[in-house]
């Protein structure tokens, strides 16, 4: 363990009351989990779409994208409804607001039965680019999804199709980044268009 996550972990109860303070810093990429941390400029954007398409107090899904949700809580005001769904047990110093998560089970999680349903906005980040892992990721939003939310999810251009297939998203203009940057083409899908997140135009056949 790393002396920043332990510093963490032993305040954990002082540092939730002010979870703005909690940055990626403190959890340091496990690359045995796939886990490669977006940039500042990517975080900020993807949590900037998530607040700006949901009013105060709805449900947000964060699914795979600890870096998203924590570039969220710098945003968000203090009784929002954000939560992290990671199987990385670190993020439990999130409390009530972490649900762990095993995309191979999509379904079982704690408190899916309370959650089923309510969630307005969805990023999901999966963590491995296989059809198996995108398709329960999505199975998983799909379960928690509201009849009217919007979806985004940050994967490799290989899941284009799928991701279409699946639950209708489509390519957009803007493009992830990762702190270490990546050999695989990544990109962001979406369910939706707002005023700054926009779908490439598909060529006339």
């Given amino acids: 363990m790393d002396d920043q ?4 972990q032993n305040h954990a109860d002082e540092m939730f009351e002010e979870r703005k303070n909690i940055t990626m810093d403190y959890f340091q990429e496990d690359w045995q989990l796939s886990q490669f941390w977006y940039d500042d400029t990517t975080a900020e954007f993807i949590a900037s779409r998530a ?9 947000i899904a964060f699914i ?5 949700y924590v570039a969220f809580n710098k945003l968000a005001s203090e009784n929002s409804n ?12 999130f409390k009530d607001q972490f649900v762990f998560y095993d995309f191979n089970k999509p379904l079982k999680f704690p408190r899916a039965s309370e959650l089923k349903g309510k969630f307005k ?5 999966p963590p491995f680019l296989n059809k198996d892992c995108l398709s329960q990721t999505i199975e998983t939003a799909k379960f928690l999804a509201a009849d009217d939310a919007k979806i985004m999810i940050n994967t490799g251009a290989v899941m284009e199709k799928l991701a279409n297939e699946l639950v209708g998203a489509r390519i957009t203009k803007f493009y992830p980044a990762h702190r270490g940057g990546l050999s695989n083409k990544f990109f962001c899908y979406s369910t939706f268009e707002d005023a700054k997140l926009k779908w ?6």
């Fill in 121 to 125: 906005f969805i990023v999901a980040d």
């Fill in 200 to 205: 490439q135009q598909q060529p006339e056949i």
């Fill in 51 to 59: 607040l700006e398409n949901t009013d105060d107090g709805e449900y």
């Fill in 82 to 93: 954000a939560f992290v769904f990671e199987y990385d047990t670190r993020f439990d110093v």
């Fill in 5 to 8: 996550f332990a510093k963490l």
């Fill in 64 to 68: 795979s994208s600890p870096t998203a």
